[in-house]
């Protein structure tokens, strides 16, 4: 029997096939394809490897749309309620199309998919289901840093997961779901510091005045056997002005910078010899308007030549191990002539004052010309922007030994929005 264009597409999007572990099949009502409306079709599908008859999916099974008949598929979009698309791949002849990426737990999923039949005559079809939670499963948490609030234009942003990720493919679904969003948009990239720790910086500096703002979409998604991210708390950064304090150990002096204008030179004193203070940038990690600082925390035996125990006033710390700059107004002789401290910065009780208002967390101290050496980029305070851009991106699931640039995901950010 011959059929019109019309009965036709009405067969071919009455055979098409959405399989999650099992296939259904349905379609619009009226015969004409291009009515399809959106439909919970739930309980329209049955589904392998659930218990006890459940009509949700398993999360595990990949998302398959088969055409038969004479119909091809032209085009399928899978989204969740989060907004979150599934990546898949449509085969050469139209007949197949399959979820590449996973499908988050506990979600609720709307399917459309685009057709046409043999005399090319289009047709649609939207279907709506949701997957279940599995019944075994270990929690991915992430906890962004630093807190919420107000830095400087060398912060890093920190994501602290409470299990450890070390295959590579797996790093790589953690980090294509932790989004930094900035407003300028600038190019960034998140690096592995170790299986649990990961920190994201841009290219260069924050702008002044840029407002980041970082959250997950990993609640649901699966990582790798039995693992499935949770929910995360977003973060929100502010940054202020660009304050860039330069200190030049061989000349005895430090350069403040805001915003690019040089506004203050003050005189110093950094690292003796076996004492000699880290070249490189530092990011200012907080302030203390008082510390007492005794040698024996960082070593130096008491009571021998180098022991100390002295009350410190306005000390702005740049790394765990307890280098600061501070007042240091024993050695005001010889600031501006000669480096003779423990590693510290030292300068007078007014201009560590005036530093220690100026100066923010989240700002950049940088360390020229020392003997000393380089800082570290983890592990004793932020050190990440000692590695180059290029080391940076190696650290990277995603970017590593891809061509330096923006991605397609990047090139969207930057457009102009709004936070």
């Given at each position: ?16 096939v ?7 099949t ?6 004409n ?5 959106p439909?919970?079709a739930?309980d ?6 659930l218990?006890g008859?459940?009509?949700?999916a ?5 998302l398959?749309v ?10 399928v979009?899978?989204t969740d ?8 791949e ?8 399959h ?15 685009s ?7 289009p ?7 949701d ?9 991915l ?13 060398g ?5 602290q ?13 953690v980090?294509r ?14 690096h592995?510091?170790d299986?649990?720790e990961l920190?994201?910086r ?22 790798g056997d039995?693992?499935w991210g ?11 002005d660009s ?6 150990a061989s ?6 910078y ?9 005189p110093?004193?950094?690292?003796k010899?076996?004492f000699e203070?880290?070249n490189?940038?530092?990011v200012?990690l ?6 007492r ?5 960082v070593g ?13 006033y306005?000390a ?7 280098e ?11 600031q501006?002539?000669a480096?003779?401290?423990?590693g ?9 004052e ?6 923010h ?7 020229v ?13 932020f ?10 991106r190696q650290?990277?699931?995603?970017v590593?030994g ?10 969207a950010?930057?457009?102009p929005?709004?936070?």
């Open positions: 029997m011959n059929h019109s264009p019309r009965t036709r597409t009405v067969v071919s999007c009455t055979l098409l959405i399989a999650l572990g099992a296939g259904g349905a379609c619009s009502s009226g015969g394809p291009l009515a399809a409306k439909y919970d739930t329209q599908l049955s589904f392998k490897g218990k008859g459940a009509k949700k398993d999360p595990d099974k990949a398959e088969t055409a038969e008949d004479d119909g091809r598929i032209t085009d979009t899978a309620a989060a907004g979150r698309f599934v990546a898949g449509l085969s050469a002849d139209g007949t197949r199309w979820s590449t990426s996973p499908l988050a737990a506990n979600a609720h999923y709307t399917v459309r998919v057709t046409e039949d043999g005399d090319g005559a047709g649609r079809k939207v279907l709506t289901f997957t279940s939670i599995p019944t075994t499963k270990k929690r948490d992430v906890k962004f840093g630093p807190d919420s609030g107000d830095y400087g234009v912060q890093p942003v920190t994501a997961l409470n299990r450890p990720v070390k295959d590579r493919t797996q790093r790589a679904i980090e779901a932790l989004r930094v969003d900035s407003v300028p948009a600038v190019q960034g990239a998140w592995w510091v299986d649990k920190h994201y841009p290219k260069d500096y924050w702008p002044a005045h840029t407002t980041v703002q970082v959250h997950s979409n990993l609640d649901g998604i699966k990582v039995r693992l949770a929910k995360s708390k977003p973060l929100k950064l502010t940054i202020g304050i860039i304090a330069v200190t030049d000349a005895h002096s430090m350069t403040v805001k915003n690019g204008d040089d506004i203050r030179e003050l110093v004193t950094t690292g010899p076996g203070t880290r490189g940038v530092k200012v907080g302030k203390q308007s008082f510390v600082m005794r040698s024996a925390t130096i035996a008491e009571g021998s030549a180098d022991s100390y125990d002295l009350p410190v306005w702005t710390r740049l790394t765990w191990s307890g600061y700059v501070h007042a240091a107004p024993w050695s005001v002789g010889s501006g002539y480096n003779v401290s423990h510290c910065t030292g300068m007078s009780t007014g201009n560590a005036w530093f220690f208002n100026t100066i967390e989240g700002d950049v101290v940088k360390v010309n020392s003997n000393g050496d380089t800082m570290e980029p983890f592990g004793n305070g050190g990440d922007w000692n590695l180059a851009w290029k080391q940076w650290g990277s699931a995603l590593a891809k061509p330096d640039g923006p991605s397609p995901d990047d090139v950010r930057l457009r929005q709004s936070v």
